[in-house]
């Protein structure tokens, strides 16, 4: 069973700093991109920043700046480093990951289960 784990998030004052972290876990062959989405109350679920494989990298343009994604492929892991944090930042946020269960499988996507984010002094 394909399971995503994320944490890290919590309560931080403006200007502050958070990292995420999302461990993959189970049977799988590979992972293709992996990503971070937040959703705010009453809002869709929007991408915040993803990572290819081979490291490619891609930001929101309100996390350009202020948010770096990473991933160690040896531990499944991806991370978000959040600085510079607003209290617009305050969100769910959730991590994705494409994963394929075979050399020639398609890649299928898979959520966590979130992680809150609050941006308050």
């Known amino acids: 069973q394909v399971q995503l784990v994320e944490s890290g998030g919590g309560l931080v004052q403006p200007g502050g700093s958070l990292r995420l972290s999302c461990a993959a876990s189970g049977g799988f062959f590979s992972i293709n991109t992996m990503g971070w989405y937040l959703q705010a109350p009453g809002k869709q679920r929007i991408l915040v920043a993803s990572i290819t494989s081979d490291g490619s990298t891609n930001y929101a343009d309100s996390a350009k700046g202020r948010f770096t994604i990473s991933r160690d492929n040896a531990k499944n892991t991806v991370y978000l480093q959040m600085n510079s944090l607003k209290p617009e930042d305050t969100a769910v946020y959730y991590c994705?990951?494409?994963?394929?269960?075979?050399?020639?499988?398609?890649?299928?996507?898979?959520w966590g289960q979130g992680t809150q984010v609050t941006v308050s002094s």
């Open positions: 994705n990951a494409e994963f394929r269960m075979g050399l020639f499988a398609s890649p299928r996507p898979y």
